[in-house]
């Protein structure tokens, strides 16, 4: 077994800090880390907080862990910032946030930034995630990067998905035509002390009367206001209630299977890439780009031709000494 996954497994913070880094940088140890880990990841309850900026998400996050903290649960965080195609750098403004739980041996806060991924998460996050369950964190929740209504990613990665919404945030139903209302599992009117609040609940209630109406889990409507810490006790019944309806209908055991399926092909899509990445300076990528630049051929059949080729190269040999 890998060093760094015998620790994790003995709970040794620091072994999960670097482990989460190898993920994020690509170490060459990251498959078998993860692959170590596997076997030994608790059953932790992932919940995705996403919505879009300025929603209050992160002031929620902190004040939903601590109520977690208070019922003796412990939590692992991982909190998602845009990183800047400029300097490749990340705020990570949500340390600032939920700096109240950084002494608190209970909580792991994980702040990644995005590096170029779409979606909402890190491309590593997913990974994170798994590593932090088997750390053994009761609960772990996702914080998405906020960017508007391209977070899709978290409905492959969280066992149940919050949408915070506050109102006055823009129209409901343009929204709901986005397509980042339709992942929810429930919905989260924050800042609920601003004037607008039932006009919202009741548009929403309104669109899942369309669009959720036989469905055989509805998504409640939840209100808080963070500052206040109203409404956190009632968010963690709903998502309990969630919770038990997985595990009661049998959906929690598909999401998990679709979330591995998902793994598998996230790894295959990168050890792709890598592999095309190092064929960049090979004769028959080299002669291609010429071809092409000369007009003698166009990109797709290039493309084509450079596939079928390599993969050829990656198919076992299967003929015999003799021929």
Known sequence: MH???ERIIQKDVRALARAISYVEDQHPDRLALLKDVHAYQKQSYIIGITGPPGAGKSSLVSELVAFL??????VGIVAVDPTSPFTGGAILGDRVRMSPHYTDP???I???GTRGSLGGLARATKEAVRLIAAFGKDVIIIETVGVGQSELDIMHAADSVALVLNPGAG???????????EIADLYVINKADLPGAEKMKAEIEHMLDLVKHDAPWRPPIVKTVSTKKEGIAELWQTLADHRRYLVRSGEGQRRQNLRAVAEMLDVLKHQWQVFIKAKQQAPEFLRAKEEIAAGQKDPYTAAEELFSAWLKLKEPDHTTPDG
């Open 3 to 5: 060093p760094l996954a």
């Open 69 to 74: 903290r208070r019922q003796n649960l412990t």
């Open 106 to 108: 209970g909580v792991y």
């Open 110 to 112: 994980r702040s990644m």
């Open 171 to 181: 129209d409901v139903v343009q929204a709901f035509k986005a397509g980042i209302m």
